[in-house]
């Protein structure tokens, strides 16, 4: 392995993963929040098995000479990433183990195991399994001549050991005898008993177990296990095939459930005979098995952080607060025709996009309605007013992404149901995904056709808008309204987009270059003796020639503050090459999400929002979007945003030279968390024109 000016992505995202374990490890974070950010580590570590190591695994099967930006071939890169995985597993399971499980005890939330039941709770638990649980579950007889099942991906299931039985032959040869219970989705993890106080509840699995001889009457159970396997995602998509990207999407997500597996997890109880014919029948290798000294799938307990109750264990409520800048008793339309607005998630509601597509579906004036989906919730209000918008006679075109992954049985759902109304579907364009989040409504107004835009860095989900740090952009620029019927207009029809947009800029085509001559400006100012900064805020920077711009920026003066929540490959503080860049790292309640860049530009500093990470598949492989914030009021508040995360002392991780991340230094500072200062602020200023408005309807005396 050669030594790089990157740092390897995977080992970054581990890195990114750890940070948000060190939040289930700190006393200062609520019990159960603490909780559920062990379950997002172990949810966030699923997906990456499924997708990073999946495609290293195809990688190294296909033989591929391939060495990465961080110098290691992709075999490096496996051992390392496996090492590195094995200690975080490690480590979540004594967080969980040595200080979770025995805290929410004492607060209460006890998990019981067989021998801790009173009477009153077997008698209970023996009516749930008989009526419940013996007649969903079904155990398969496997080996000895049985196949073994397809299992599903990261479903539980339960291995049974049976007593050996002696075969018919002469020889009398004592046979293994094995079967597996797979767990299904309609029952709960977790099941609550009767108790004196708190709460009291049991696992599956171990209910399981107590009952285990109701499902092998007459039958010696040796013993019983929970395991779980996950299965490779990584299956290309075919989309030059004659039957369309809607019937090979179907197909990849089959084809999902049937791939390889590539990590079988088991309770660490079990002994190695049953390890050893999971690991036949399953065909994993020694180091794809992982021993676990807990519970199988620690995601799960995101359920159980979620409950009601012992909210003295969670978080205070931060409900999202009204816009100041958007009425409740005005249209949409006239509150943007009047100025722009722009909208900070979830501080602030994302209730004015949902209601501006509402008004529009309702709006006689309205005579079309464009706009792009990537992920949308299972309850989409916009699906809803899209589908009541083609009712009222309006001209509906979608763009919905049926490559979105693990999205895709969801989108190609919504698409078929849009299409068989009569909405205009475009399922995504030849070769890429559409990752730009913009909305596009054309209204017929006296003056003559106006048109309402709104940009985004999130999906239109309502669902993840509660809990991503995103921006909006509502808007009825000419400009900007102009350019996103052309980008629109360029991807609905696979043709080439046009020579220059007035204001926007687009991937796959010139966003890294324009990206790149923004930074280069910038390194000339500073040349020349100007000031110059750049602030970029990201989920992720991997690209190594947007890396090699900013090291380049940083070598010429400029200072650079790059807040990336993910995984970055620049290397910070490195003497010669990137001295003047920092990098911080904010893991906090709100999952940050929003794409911004600031550019100081000699004083008059531009700003942008974007639906792109500076990444290499979103510059080359995916539509995305950069579009400029011009209105005064509306960059003063993105310039709020960066110099408050710039403040973060709570919650901001540092990224050191060697690719390690420190906790900020407080020092002799007073506590300042970002995400927090961010929802008092916007209360604040909510609160300020709510109490206005009811003055102005208040009764004078004279």
């Known amino acids: 392995m050669s030594e790089t000016t990157y740092f390897d992505r995977e080992l970054s995202w581990l890195e990114f993963n750890q940070r948000v374990l060190n939040e289930a490890l700190d006393e200062d974070v609520p019990l159960l929040e603490r909780l559920k950010f062990l379950a997002i580590t172990s949810s966030n570590l699923d997906e990456f098995f499924r997708v990073r190591i999946g495609a290293l695994t195809h990688l190294i099967e296909s033989d591929a000479a391939t060495i990465s930006p961080s110098g290691m071939t992709p075999s490096e890169q496996m ?13 979540q399971y004594k967080c969980y183990l040595n200080e979770l499980a025995p805290q929410l005890s004492a607060q209460g ?5 067989a021998e801790e039941l009173n009477s009153a709770q077997k008698m209970m638990l023996k009516q749930l399994f008989q009526s419940e649980i013996l007649s969903v579950l079904t155990p398969m007889a496997v080996g000895n001549g049985n196949p073994f099942p397809l299992l599903a991906n990261q479903i539980v299931n339960v291995c049974v050991r049976l007593s050996p039985r002696k075969d018919a032959s002469e020889n009398a040869v004592l046979l293994p005898r094995y079967a597996v219970i797979p767990f299904g989705r309609t029952l709960s993890r977790f099941y609550s008993l009767p108790s004196e106080s708190g709460f009291a509840y049991m696992h599956l699995e171990d209910i399981l177990s107590l009952f285990i001889h109701e499902f092998f009457p007459g039958e010696e159970v040796e013993e019983c296990h929970a395991f779980r396997l996950t299965r490779n995602a990584e299956v290309e998509v075919e989309e030059l095939t004659p039957q369309g990207l809607a019937v090979n999407m179907a197909e990849v997500i089959v084809a999902r459930t049937e791939a390889d597996c590539l990590r079988l997890e088991i309770d660490d109880a079990a002994s ?12 994993v290798s020694p180091e794809q098995i992982y021993r676990l000294p807990g519970p199988v799938d620690l995601g799960a307990f995101m359920e159980l952080a979620g409950r009601r109750g012992f909210e003295h264990l969670k978080y205070d409520a931060w409900p999202a607060v009204r816009s100041p800048d ?3 008793e005005e249209l ?12 900070f998630h979830p501080y602030e509601s994302f209730e004015p996009v949902v209601r501006l597509i509402e008004e529009a579906a309702d709006d006689p004036d309205v005579i079309a309605i464009k706009q792009t989906l990537y992920r949308i919730s299972s309850r989409s209000s916009i699906i809803r007013a899209l589908k ?3 009712d009222n006679g309006k001209h509906v075109t979608v763009l919905l992404e049926l490559k979105a992954r693990f999205d895709e049985e969801r989108n190609l759902k919504q698409a078929r149901e849009l299409e068989s109304i009569g909405a205009q579907v475009i399922h995504g364009v030849k070769g890429l995904k559409t990752h730009a989040k913009v909305c596009i409504i054309v209204r017929r107004e006296p003056g003559g056709i106006q048109r309402y835009v709104h940009f985004g860095t999130g999906n239109y989900n309502e669902s993840t808008a509660k809990l991503y740090s995103d921006v909006s952009i509502l808007t009825c620029n000419e400009d900007l309204g102009a350019d996103a019927v052309a980008f629109f207009n360029t991807i609905a029809g696979d043709s080439q987009p046009p020579q220059n947009y007035r204001k926007i800029e687009s991937a796959p085509l010139k966003l890294r270059t324009t990206l790149i001559e923004h930074i280069a400006a910038e390194a000339k100012r500073a040349e020349s003796g100007q000031e110059a900064k750049i602030m970029v805020k990201l989920n992720a920077l991997t690209d190594t020639a947007l890396i090699d711009a900013l090291y380049s920026a940083s070598q010429s003066g400029v200072k650079i503050f790059l807040n990336i929540r993910g995984i970055c490959c620049l290397k910070p503080g490195v003497p010669g090459l990137s001295e003047n860049i920092r990098v911080v790292s904010i893991v906090d ?8 860049l600031y550019l100081h530009q000699g004083g008059d500093p531009q700003l942008y929002i974007s639906s792109a990470d500076w990444m290499a598949r979103n510059l080359d492989q995916r539509k995305e979007l950069l579009v400029p914030v011009e ?10 945003i960066f110099n408050v995360f710039d403040q973060d002392n709570v919650k901001a991780s540092v990224l050191q030279p060697d690719g390690s991340y420190t906790k900020k230094s407080m020092g002799e500072a007073e506590p300042f968390r970002a995400q927090e200062v961010l929802y008092q602020a916007s209360k604040n200023a909510s609160n300020r024109i709510a109490k206005k408005q009811r003055t102005m309807f208040e009764p004078h005396h004279f």
């Open 589 to 596: 309640r709100f999952l940050e999400h929003a794409r911004i």
């Open 79 to 91: 051992k390392a990433v496996c090492a590195r995985v094995n200690k975080m597993v490690d480590d």
């Open 109 to 113: 939330i006890r998990q019981l195991h």
């Open 332 to 343: 949409m339309f006239d509150t943007i025709a009047e100025k722009d607005v722009l909208l």
């Open 272 to 283: 190695d005979e049953l390890i050893h014919f999971l690991q036949q029948e399953i065909h």
């Open 631 to 640: 209105d005064p009021k509306c960059r003063r508040q993105l310039i709020h």
């Open 388 to 390: 009541r918008a083609v």
């Open 326 to 328: 958007v009425s409740a």
